[in-house]
Nanobody, 120 residues
């Protein structure tokens, strides 16, 4: 089993910044991809950004130029720096990790989610 613990959400005004963190722990052999998704009320969960163990990054068009994803492989931790926040960024943000366990099992894990609210 792998556990993901997120932190860093909160309430911020339009134009403000927040930094999310997600630390993975457990029976981890390796983590191929880590990323952030978000889900607003009444909407489907959508990709925000992903980063591979080799540093390849993918962003949703809606956040390009404003959000920065980074990763510390030694700590199995992924970060999301969110700048120039807009009210439409308000969502629950979920961390995701595509992990290979020590047993060899590959599985996608989700964090519990952290609320980000941007006031206008």
């Amino acid at each position: 089993q792998v556990q993901l613990v997120e932190s860093g959400g909160g309430l911020v005004q339009t134009g403000g910044s927040l930094r999310l963190s997600c630390a993975a722990s457990g029976n981890i052999f390796s983590i191929n991809v880590m990323g952030w998704f978000r889900q607003a009320p009444g909407k489907q969960r959508e990709l925000v950004a992903t980063i591979t163990s080799g540093g390849r990054i993918n962003y949703a068009d809606a956040v390009k130029g404003r959000f920065t994803i980074s990763r510390d492989n030694a700590k199995n931790t992924v970060y999301l720096q969110m700048n120039s926040l807009k009210p439409e960024d308000t969502s629950v943000y979920y961390c995701n990790a595509e992990a290979v366990e020590i047993s060899g099992r590959e599985y996608g894990y989700w964090g519990q989610g952290t609320q980000v609210t941007v006031s206008s």
